[in-house]
């Protein structure tokens, strides 16, 4: 009996419980959630101090923005000054220099080869393409700069190969020679003479009789020395003789007054790929045997030529340059 009574309690509370979680479930259901997705929940004000204090948090994040914005564009101010300042202008003159190193590898010449000069015969560098010097005319004059008219030399033009023209007049020929204090260019060209149509003088009071002229698109420096060693480039001739008092013999005058302008560029020498490689594995046992004595005393030549010997026979890469006497023929 009382089992049952204990039994009857546990149904009463377990079917309380039951209606009570139904319940519950029908005033969820019921809950309106319209409040979550309308518009106005952003903007609708709370009791919550920490809601409030989002919604200034969101007004300080615009006021931010607004001054960072200001800010940027003094930024942006300080940048346009920046474009002026000696940063930029350092800049560009590294790159002027540059133009200074373009410079320096070219040379534009004008010069006046100018005077009476006496015919002396001399070989020139090969014409004809027989490796051996050709023979010529040659006569030296005065060498000057066209824009000063300061003497800046000397200079030895040479004529070769002088044969009629077939348009008329002649054609030859010419080897020039400019000397410098700091160098010499050794130029050449086909030149034109032809005989003047109406009367020529200079404006020293001399005579002309001959026109002469040259020029190509081509290199026409044949030999450079000293500071314009290196250089190579096109040469123009614009020139005017008198042949008065030339016929042909040594001794003979003729006068110059001739422009020449040289537009030189220098050119980088490069030496073969396999020439370090050859100096190192040709050179370096030549140079032992036949100059290792610069290095020791007599009395010690036998006991330097054993140990090279012996060296050698040890390892095949003793001296392959890298040791003590390598610096003697790098």
């Known amino acids: 009996m009382k089992m049952n009574k204990v039994a009857l ?26 409040s979550y997705e309308s518009d106005s929940y952003t903007n609708t004000d709370t009791d919550n101090d920490s809601g409030d204090e989002y919604n200034s948090y969101d007004g300080s994040v615009e006021d931010s923005s607004d001054d960072s914005y200001k800010d940027e564009d003094d930024a942006g101010d300080d940048n346009t000054e920046y474009d002026t300042k000696d940063e930029h202008s350092d800049y560009k003159q590294k790159e002027h220099s540059g133009d200074e190193d373009d410079a320096d ?26 490796e ?19 003497l800046v030399g000397t200079a030895t033009d040479c004529l070769s190969n002088i044969d ?15 000397n410098f204090p700091n160098g010499q260019i050794v130029t050449r060209g086909n030149t034109t003479v032809q005989q003047a149509n109406e009367p020529i003088v200079t404006p020293d009071g001399e005579k002309i009789t001959h026109i002469t002229g040259a020029s190509s698109d081509e290199n026409a420096v044949i030999k450079t020395s000293g500071d314009f060693a290196w250089y190579q480039g096109t040469v123009r001739l614009s020139g005017m003789v008198n042949l008065t008092d030339f016929g042909g013999g040594v001794g003979e005058p003729i006068f110059f007054d001739c422009l020449f302008v040289l537009n030189l560029e220098k050119i980088e020498f490069k030496r073969p790929y396999w020439y370090d490689w050859y100096k190192e594995r040709y ?7 036949h100059h290792s004595h610069r290095h020791y005393d007599s009395s010690d030549d036998s006991d330097s030529s054993d140990d090279y010997e012996k060296d050698e026979d040890d390892s095949s890469d003793k001296h392959k340059g890298y040791g003590s006497h390598s610096g003697y023929w790098r």
């Open 9 to 34: 309690s546990v149904l009463t509370v377990c079917i309380g419980f039951s209606g009570f979680a139904v319940a519950s479930d029908d005033e969820y259901d019921s809950y309106d959630y319209s």
């Open 105 to 130: 590898s070219k040379q534009r010449l004008a010069l006046n080869l100018v005077g009476k000069g006496e015919m002396y015969e001399m070989d020139v560098p090969d014409i004809d393409g027989d």
């Open 132 to 150: 051996q010097p050709d023979p010529a005319f040659c006569f030296d004059v005065d060498l000057k700069e066209i824009a000063t008219g300061e």
């Open 164 to 178: 009629n023209g077939p348009n008329g007049g002649l054609q030859l020929v010419g080897t020039t020679f400019f």
């Open 283 to 289: 050179g370096r046992d030549y140079n032992w045997k």
